[in-house]
């Protein structure tokens, strides 16, 4: 069945030092959603890609779709403790409307 | 504040109970979405109402149920509970029913089986 997968699973970095999180589809996606959620919190949408190859930039957040539409990245520069949290990637689900499904998620903890 | 309201927030019950979970959408949203969160997992899909009739499935169990209601708030009804439905809930609600649409998630409603 169609699969988001998301690596790594667990990152702990030290504040100020950078972060990558990534995510791979089995199928190709019409977007890509990304969503934090913060220790004892929700999810919080943060962005929709919908173009390949699109980027966006949102202050040290950097959001890429790939080419091909089945991957795609957060990257977050210079991590600070407001950082921490699980970032999740969501794509559409497949025959289904307006169902997403979710990546497993990156935790990010981030050392002072 | 994302405008979804859960209720309960908490809710400890014993193995074979029943349970009903609210969720209120934000003001104007037609689409009602119910995931399941375990621990150090991500987010189970279980259901999805679109404007009071059920649009789409995920891995609901058989003893799970919901449904949407005429002024568009949603309950989920968890019976003969488990331990293992010990998790959190949440309840997400979107414009529309069509893909690409954002999800504003409410602030979940914690189960514990005992």
């Known amino acids: 069945g169609q699969q988001v997968m998301q690596i790594p699973q667990y990152q702990h970095v030290q504040e100020g030092e950078d972060f990558t999180t990534y995510c791979n589809s089995s199928?190709?996606?019409?977007?890509i959603q990304w969503y934090k959620q913060r220790p004892g919190g929700h999810p919080v949408f943060l962005i929709q890609l919908v173009k390949s190859g699109e980027v966006k930039k949102q202050k040290r957040l950097t959001f890429q779709f790939g080419e091909a539409k089945k991957n795609s990245s957060l990257h977050i520069t210079a991590t600070q403790t407001t950082d921490v949290g699980t970032y999740f990637c969501?794509?559409?689900?497949?025959?289904?409307?307006?169902?997403?499904?979710f990546g497993k998620g990156t935790k990010l903890s981030v050392k002072p | 504040d994302s405008g979804v309201t859960q209720t309960p927030k908490h809710l400890i019950t014993a193995t074979g109970q029943r349970v009903t979970l609210r969720c209120s959408p934000r003001?104007?949203?037609?689409?009602v979405y119910w995931y399941q969160q375990s621990l150090d997992q991500g987010l189970q899909f279980l259901i999805q109402?679109?404007?009071?009739?059920?649009?789409a499935k995920g891995n609901i169990l058989e003893r799970f149920s919901a449904q949407q209601f005429p002024d568009l708030h949603s309950e989920l009804n968890l019976s003969s509970l488990e331990l293992g439905d010990s998790a959190l809930y949440f309840c997400?609600?979107?414009?529309?029913?069509?893909?690409?649409?954002?999800?504003?998630f409410g602030e979940g409603s914690r189960l514990t089986v005992l």
């Open positions: 003001s104007g949203d037609l689409s």
């Open positions: 997400a609600s979107s414009a529309g029913g069509g893909p690409g649409g954002e999800l504003f």
């Open positions: 109402y679109y404007n009071g009739e059920e649009r």
């Open positions: 969501a794509g559409p689900l497949r025959g289904s409307q307006g169902n997403l499904i």
């Open positions: 199928t190709t996606l019409s977007n």
